[in-house]
């Protein structure tokens, strides 16, 4: 066997010693909320939105939208609207239950789209 045939041998066996290795090594959780890395915060007055989703509460009072990922609820009549989201996570798409107690809405807190639900309170 010449010297670069056996180089080439030792080398893949080692290459695949350290992946064997590495599958074996316990995987670290991927967290919407915790992302790797360095993060910073930007303030954003934001006064208009588009391709937003609106849903109104069964008593008529009030809305709930979604808005850069985060939900919020306000009076219908107008006024400040109140989050119920803030997370890195995107939540989108709310909709009141009948009964007005809970709000359905879609999420990526659990790494991928998923039906979640809260109480209105």
Do not use: C
């Not at 893949?12 to 959780?29: C, F, N, Q, R």
């Amino acid at each position: 066997m010449r010297n670069s045939s056996r180089n080439i041998i030792v080398a893949s066996l080692m290459a695949m010693s350290v992946s064997a290795s590495a599958a074996d090594a316990p995987k670290k959780k991927w967290d919407v909320n915790n992302p790797p890395g360095e993060s910073k915060t930007t303030n954003l007055d934001v006064r208009t939105g588009t391709w937003m989703s609106v849903d109104v509460s069964p008593d008529g009072k009030q809305i709930v939208f979604d808005m850069l990922g985060d939900l919020y609820v306000m009076p219908i009549a107008g006024g400040e609207a109140k989050a119920l989201t803030h997370t890195m996570a995107w939540e989108m798409q709310a909709r009141f239950s009948p009964d007005g107690k809970q709000i359905a809405y879609m999420s990526d807190a659990g790494g991928g789209d998923n039906v979640w639900v809260m109480n209105v309170d």
